[in-house]
């Protein structure tokens, strides 16, 4: 079935630095996608979205690309804190209707002083 | 946490015993969902609302029931627990199709 997935289940990378997030998405119909970010014990947390006629969104120390042609997304973080570690999920809708969302498995980000 | 309230926060059940989850929000928004975190499956919605006393199944909706009988109000009830359903629970809501949703803070349910 149709579903979105993300590659690495842990990403560590040193504070200060640059984090990179993927996602891949198989859905054509998908046509909105959502960046979340969940902290331990609490409820996801929106962090950024774009919508499929736009490939690049910028957010505080965040930006969203979105590559249709391969049905790609990534969220980018720039000079990555220790606040930043977090588990982040890719969601996405499509093709009309209120029916929800469709969640990744989660990133798990891991800063490293 | 966009004005939603989840309660109970926690709760340990039987087997058998049925158990309802409520979800109120402050937001006015249209739209509220059930959603159930699990490791190694992310979130999984099992029942969404669309408007007072209007609600649809979700991926997983099998031994859940909802109701919504005021816009503020969205409740989640196993009819009979299993210990299938341990897991933690998220209420979402959004003000309109395709659009974001805010989470509440989670039940977390143990069914023993």
């Known amino acids: 079935g149709e579903s979105v997935g993300l590659h690495l289940p842990t990403l560590s990378v040193q504070e200060g630095d640059n984090s990179i997030i993927n996602c891949a998405y198989s859905?054509?119909?998908?046509?909105?996608f959502i960046w979340y970010k969940q902290e331990s014990g609490k409820g996801p947390q929106f962090i950024i979205d774009?919508?499929?006629?736009?490939d690049k969104r910028q957010g505080q120390r965040v930006t969203v690309l979105l590559n249709k042609t391969v049905k790609h997304l990534s969220l980018q973080i720039a000079a990555t804190q220790p606040g930043d570690s977090a588990v982040y999920f890719c969601?996405?809708?499509?093709?009309?209707?209120?029916?929800?969302?469709?969640f990744g498995k989660g990133t798990h980000l891991i800063i490293q002083p | 946490d966009a004005g939603i309230t989840q309660s109970p926060r926690h709760k340990v059940t039987e087997t058998g015993t049925p158990v309802t989850l409520r979800c109120h929000q402050t937001?006015?928004?249209?739209?509220m969902y059930w959603y159930r975190q699990d490791p190694g499956h992310g979130l999984r919605l099992i029942h969404y609302s669309y408007g007072v006393k209007d609600t649809d199944k979700g991926e997983v909706s099998d031994g859940y029931s909802v109701s919504r009988s005021k816009t503020e109000d969205f409740l989640l009830t196993l009819e009979s627990a299993t210990s299938s359903q341990t897991s933690v629970y998220f209420c979402?809501?959004?003000?309109?199709?395709?659009?974001?949703?805010?989470f509440g803070q989670g039940t977390r349910l143990t069914v023993v």
């Open positions: 969601a996405e809708t499509g093709g009309g209707g209120a029916d929800g969302l469709t």
């Open positions: 979402a809501i959004s003000e309109q199709e395709q659009r974001a949703a805010f």
């Open positions: 937001e006015n928004h249209r739209y």
């Open positions: 859905n054509s119909a998908s046509d909105y």
């Open positions: 774009i919508r499929s006629n736009m």
